[in-house]
């Protein structure tokens, strides 16, 4: 109703709804969809460092938390922050710097469960029998494993002796007698690596992996370190998974002398490589 000068207007509007056509609908939807995509950009960059960091923690090193760094500027940061990562640099002049360290043996000791250690690539790391009591994950930082090389010198047992779950990737590990790689317990993934014992009159000396795993030395090692309940669930039992790994020289790839043995395996035959992919399991 309209009041003008005292006189009543009744006007009637029917309120009809326009009808959306096809062509309107193939228009709108995708502005819709790139405004949800802004939107919930823009709501995951509102988070602040610390929980944006916790977020990317979850990401496997690579390539998943690799490629975040690609994303921009502060997300780069965050993925490549010492929080998330170990870095061994031989070439490094400035130690000051938090993560960065000279060898292998240091990064390990320092690290704390769950950590990423990402290895230098260029010229020979010396390993000889490290360790390796907490979970963590050591991974090459060339392009191919062959850039990052382990060496473990005459007279040592092992490059790496391993009592806890452990992540190897990208690696190349060299043994001159001995092995590799001695795994104690846990649960071992070697993923694209390079095993290499020295072939030599005394090779049947030698093997690339060798495991000791039993149950008893299993909860002894879980009891020392310091980890969620939930964690521990996922590091509880023995195995060795080889997948997508090179092994050259030795008497044979694997010796076990525990609970475990040899099963599913797997070769892929190249020009000029084996490739293997095994499980060194309970039965």
């Given at each position: 109703m309209i009041m003008n000068d005292g006189e009543e207007f009744r006007v009637h509007a029917s309120m009809e709804i326009p009808k959306i056509s096809k062509l309107d609908k193939r228009i709108a939807e995708p502005r819709m969809k790139k405004r949800m995509k802004i939107e919930s950009l823009t709501s995951l960059n509102n988070l602040d460092d610390g929980c944006l960091m916790h977020i990317l923690s979850f990401l496997s090193p690579i390539p998943d938390r690799y490629n975040t760094a690609l994303v921009c500027h502060r997300w780069r940061y965050l993925a490549c922050h010492p929080r998330l990562w170990l870095r061994v640099d031989r070439f490094a002049k400035d130690l000051s710097q938090p993560g960065v360290f000279h060898n292998i043996?240091?990064?390990?000791?320092a690290a704390r469960p769950g950590d990423t250690i990402l290895i230098g690539a260029g010229g020979n790391h010396l390993v000889s029998n490290i360790q390796i009591k907490k979970p963590l994950c050591l991974i090459g930082g060339?392009?191919?494993?062959?850039?990052?090389?382990?060496?473990?010198?005459?007279?040592?047992?092992?490059a790496l002796e391993l009592l806890s779950t452990c992540k190897l990737a990208n690696l190349t590990v060299k043994a001159e007698l001995g092995c590799c790689l001695l795994h104690r317990s846990g649960r071992v993934t070697i993923d694209g690596c390079v095993l290499q014992c020295e072939t030599n009159p005394l090779d049947h000396l030698s093997c690339p992996i060798v495991s000791t795993a039993g149950d008893e030395e299993e909860e002894d090692i879980l009891s020392h370190v310091e980890v969620k309940e939930t964690v521990v669930e996922k590091i509880k039992g023995n195995s060795v998974s080889v997948l997508q790994t090179r092994i050259e020289g030795g008497a044979k790839a694997v010796s076990t002398s525990g609970d475990l043995v040899l099963q599913r395996v797997r070769v892929m035959y190249s020009k000029a490589y084996l490739y293997f992919w095994f499980d060194v399991d309970h039965e």
């Open positions: 043996e240091s990064a390990v000791s060339g392009e191919i494993p062959d850039e990052t090389t382990l060496v473990c010198s005459r007279g040592s047992d092992s």
